[in-house]
């Protein structure tokens, strides 16, 4: 495959960097011998890392890596004392902070100092319920100002964040509330999305949550539960509160990935996983001090949690649009609030460009993109480029259970569409094909010790998911991800999609196995696979549906339109059907295992 450069960097942009900064204090002139030294080098590298991004300790690590319980169980900061909220709040004090609008209304400013108050006073309000450190709390509120706030208030207080998407379907939030039983948790009334009202509170309720403190947006009356409390009642006047200071790897939060067996990894964040976040959003997305950081998403993914994390400790402005992005009112508010690093999911690029609807925006002071999520089409990332005067697109790929990502692109090198210029810096990977040699296409296997990866999960034996049977590599322990990956002749990597059973659908990772559940509970279905189809030309991955009939009298039609509702009611309304494909029976393997590989290779060739 032939690939040329769609875009490269300055001389002033190279200089100007993050990246350029590092080589330069360690003497590289090649940003390929930095990556390299990045990875022989880990403990100067992330010694460095933690001194460039002003990481704040109370105490100071003994050892910055200690792998002698192996570096699949590594430890960092060893011995340190911290709470990473610290690191949040160096700007100034009349530093904006946040950057955020409602839908129709006025852009709205708010300080690091205003920022801090709010949080201090959410932790003192945690306090007079009565909670205390290591309770869990749960969030599930879109991304907005007090979502922020509650998030950072927790964590700072020492009480772990259960973070839940405001998309989920009251059986959802329910599996994720018995799995992580938080003591209370924060809702808004109502969703406002397009003029529209959506219940909140009610999915809240039905899913049996625990004390629920409710945020009321909407002009509508509503009735709380006996329990529960509303916003203004339950914030404390105070603001001051002294900072919980934990080890480096005690719990600050809790985010789900979906499992290959239905129920969903709860993967635990711990204070040294947002140091990968922020040190990927120094390096690669290049933040820098006051920049402003856009990245539509949400706390219950783990965009959002990296999105405070990568702005704050950076210094840079979070910003924060309350509707969709998909109209002017985004448009406009990326204009208004001078935005310098957008983050996108292919989807939302695969709209702009069909609608044509940000042409008229003047979006000239982004200096980079970023996309994640799914995998991007070369001609939809072409034309974002455009909608910026020609600016990069830093194509990020990792995963929850990393903290950040693996596979990344930088400003110091030659931007080309729906690529990765380079491994992520401090971490390294090599793709081994099924013989289990390396490959220059293949699974991709993750070579740890990493900062950022998880060592344990709420649900499941970690060492099973991970590490078992994976083969060793130059005679080192390897951890499965699940992503294939393809390295081009120019030494760029280019996506393959998923090796196991998960996928992912509008830049939300779900398991085959969830959406099959749902799927066979239907009259027509006797049994289903869900499997994730590549369109030709590339872009967001397709869902599509093999399944065995029971005898009906449904039209195809019919059969088609149930399916799109039933994952839509019961997994997610962001997940959408897009073929229904009726089969004899269902590959399976000597073991009874779907193929679900063999179903895809038919789709497409098909």
Known sequence: MSVKPFWKPSKKTIEQSNIYKMMQEFGFKKYKDFRQWSVSNKED????????LGIKLNSKYTSILDTSKGVENAAWLNNAKLNIVDSCFQNEDNATAIVFQEEGKTIQKVTQKELLELVHQIANGLSKLGLKQGDKIAIDMPMTLEAV????????????????????????????????????IFTQDVLQRVGKELPL????????????????????????????????????????????????????????SSGTTGEP??????????????SDGYYHQNIQQNDVVCWPTNLGWMMGPWLVFAALINKAT???????PMGDGFGEFVQEAEVTMLGVI???????????????????SIKCFSSTGEVSNPTEMEYLMQLAN???????????EIGGGYVTSTVVQSNIASTFSSQALGGKFVLLDENNNKSTKGELFLIPPIMGLSNTLLNRNHFE??????????????????????????????????????????GIKVSSIQIEAILNKLEFIRESAAIAVSPKNGGPSLLVVYYVENKTFFTEEERLKAAITSIRKQLNPLFKVTDLVKINTLPRTASNKVMRRKLRDLYENN
């Open 45 to 52: 590298f992330w010694e460095a890392t933690i001194q460039n």
């Open 149 to 184: 706030a509650i998030y950072l208030a927790g964590i700072k207080a020492g009480m772990p964040i259960v973070t839940i998407a405001d998309s989920f379907t009251p059986n959802e939030i329910a599996v994720r509330l018995k799995i992580t039983e938080p003591k209370v």
């Open 201 to 256: 509170y009610l999915k809240v309720t039905e899913a049996n949550a625990p004390k629920a403190i409710v945020l009321k947006v909407s002009e509508e009356k509503i009735t709380l539960r006996k329990e529960d409390i509303f916003w203004n009642d339950f914030l404390s006047p105070k603001t001051t509160f002294k900072t919980v200071i934990q080890n480096p790897d005690n719990i600050i939060t809790i985010l789900f």
């Open 265 to 278: 990894k709860a993967i635990p964040w711990t204070h040294t996983t947002p140091i990968k976040g922020a």
């Open 318 to 324: 979070i910003a924060l649009y309350y509707g969709v």
């Open 346 to 364: 292919p989807s939302f690029v695969k709209y702009w460009k069909n609608s044509r609807c940000m042409e008229k925006f003047d979006w000239n």
């Open 390 to 400: 020609n600016k990069p697109v830093i194509e990020y790929c990792g995963g929850t």
């Open 465 to 506: 998911v991970y590490y078992k049977n994976t083969p060793r590599y130059e005679g080192k322990l390897v951890r499965r991800h699940g992503d294939q990956l393809e390295q081009l002749e120019n030494g760029y990597y280019k996506a393959q999609g998923r090796v196991d059973d998960a996928m992912n659908l509008g």
